[in-house]
């Protein structure tokens, strides 16, 4: 079974510096993995995707995001954070199973970014 | 072109009475998902729904809990009876029916709020 970990559920960070958001997750088959962000009583914005080819994916905002395969890791980072960055970010895994599609998401890591 | 719209916002329902939760697609999208999110967790699938048919339903509570995807208008999500334990954001994504792991769009989700 597919499942996603976010490490932190809280983070702090002042800013302008630079943030590292973590996301493990365990599948047995091909992963498509995805970070979304969500603004106080907003719906859920995509900033990235991995679906196959370079390991590094850039986002919106600025952020970016490095498949680990070894390591099972999807983290998310940032070089340096605005306050307009304070959110919730939530990592996606894709899960497709008897011609079903759906999205397996971590709890969340709110982020906190002060002045 | 308008993202996932769904109504309303903000759903207050005592227990006992139905609630019925709206979501119109991105256009061209067929494809309608629908995740609920509890307090402090994070967003759980329940339905995938494409035009007239359920293709998964496998996160659906087996009681009280329906949802259609007409072929004309949005896909409907409803509630009988409902408890105090139903509150949550109910937030609905839509996607191309292009294949595997087109991306999900969310709407703002619809809040709701059992007395």
């Known amino acids: 079974a597919q499942s996603v970990t976010q490490l932190d559920s809280q983070v702090p960070v002042f800013e302008e510096a630079p943030v590292e958001l973590r996301c493990n997750y365990s599948?047995?088959?091909?992963?498509?993995l995805f970070w979304y962000v969500q603004y106080p009583n907003q719906g859920l914005q995509l900033l990235l995707k991995?679906?196959?080819?370079?390991?590094l994916v850039k986002g919106i905002n600025g952020f970016e995001a490095e498949f680990n395969k070894s390591q099972t890791s999807f983290h998310l980072r940032k070089p340096s954070v605005h306050i307009s960055d304070t959110a919730e970010y939530f990592c996606?895994?894709?899960?497709?199973?008897?011609?079903?599609?759906?999205?397996?998401f971590g709890k969340g890591t709110k982020l906190t970014v002060n002045p | 072109n308008a993202g996932v719209m769904q109504n309303p916002r903000h759903l207050v329902r005592r227990r006992g009475q139905e609630a019925r939760l709206r979501c119109s697609p991105m256009?061209?999208?067929?494809?309608v998902y629908w995740y609920r999110q509890l307090p402090e967790e994070g967003l759980k699938f329940m339905v995938y729904?494409?035009?007239?048919?359920?293709?998964?339903e496998s996160g659906m509570p087996k009681e009280r809990f329906s949802a259609e995807f007409p072929k004309e208008g949005p896909s409907i999500l409803r509630i009988q009876q409902v408890v105090r334990g139903d509150s949550a954001a109910y937030f609905c994504?839509?996607?191309?029916?292009?294949?595997?792991?087109?991306?999900?769009?969310f709407g703002p989700g619809t809040r709701l709020l059992v007395l």
């Open positions: 991995y679906l196959s080819g370079s390991t």
């Open positions: 729904l494409q035009k007239e048919n359920i293709i998964d």
């Open positions: 996606a895994v894709s899960l497709l199973q008897g011609g079903s599609e759906k999205l397996v």
């Open positions: 994504a839509s996607s191309t029916p292009a294949g595997w792991q087109e991306t999900q769009y």
């Open positions: 256009k061209g999208h067929s494809h």
């Open positions: 599948s047995s088959v091909s992963v498509y």
